[in-house]
């Protein structure tokens, strides 16, 4: 199933190495280290110009890329979720 991250963005879910909550772990050294290289190597996508709250992890095809959202975490969970249900 595919995960809305926000404007036109969609992502497999199945790509989706982690959901960090940017509004909690932007304190931590070790997240912004991974976000300032991640934007050194062009990973980051930012989806919305609006305060971002979320940094969606994907990897395919050994390509990583880190979307920034303005989407909850706890959203995004509620809709993976609800992609589940309709797989039912």
């Known amino acids: 199933m595919y995960l809305h ?3 036109n963005v969609v992502v497999n879910e199945k790509d989706i190495i982690a959901i960090i909550d940017l509004e909690n772990s932007t304190v931590s050294a070790h997240t912004k280290n991974f976000l300032k290289l991640a934007q050194k190597q062009n990973q980051v996508i ?3 110009p609006e305060l971002p709250k979320s940094a969606i992890i994907c990897e395919k095809k050994g390509k990583k890329t880190v979307y920034i959202s303005q989407i909850s975490t706890s ?3 509620k809709r993976a979720d609800n992609n589940k249900l309709y797989i039912k």
């Open 75 to 77: 959203t995004l969970l």
């Open 46 to 48: 930012d989806v919305s």
């Open 5 to 7: 991250l926000g404007e």
